[in-house]
């Protein structure tokens, strides 16, 4: 069984890296593309809780919207709510960049996953999702038994 997760870790170490090789080749980060696929999903969401989406320190998370906002990809704007919070959006000028990137990624999945049929991709994405589940369901019992 620790082979089986050892491969899925492999896995996606190797999609990482090939991922990040080829958004090298448009400027942006791999964690720069992560924040822009959230935050075009999800506009308005706070600092803090991209942070917390992304499994990252909010320093950390601080620093890549520093670096996408002095690109002019991301913009800050003061929560009505809660002075001390941002909320972060992206910008027009991020718009034409995450569609290139979401285009990308299609074509990077579609080689990657080359030679499977619909019917084997179905299944690892269900295996996949119930073991992300056993995963969730595995971590709260031990919260609860704590």
């Known amino acids: 069984m620790k082979e089986l997760a050892w491969e899925i870790g492999e896995t996606s170490h190797a999609m990482r890296r090939f991922y990040d090789r080829r958004v090298a080749e448009l400027g942006i980060t791999r964690a720069q593309w992560r924040v ?3 935050l075009a999903h999800h506009p308005g969401m706070k600092q ?3 942070a917390d989406r992304l499994d990252v320190e909010p320093i950390s998370a601080c620093r890549i ?10 913009e800050r704007q003061r929560d ?19 569609a290139r990137l979401a285009e990308l990624a299609e074509a990077m999945s579609l080689e990657a996953f080359a030679g499977l049929s ?7 994405r269900d295996a996949l999702a119930r073991i992300r589940k056993n995963i969730v369901d595995h971590q709260e019992l031990r919260q609860v038994t704590a």
């Open 118 to 124: 619909d019917d084997q991709l179905a299944q690892m």
């Open 36 to 38: 822009l696929a959230v």
């Open 48 to 50: 803090v809780e991209l």
């Open 80 to 98: 009505p709510a809660d002075r001390r919070a941002w909320r972060l959006s992206l910008t027009a000028k991020a718009q034409p960049i995450h």
């Open 65 to 74: 919207i520093d670096r996408l906002a002095e690109a002019g990809l991301v």
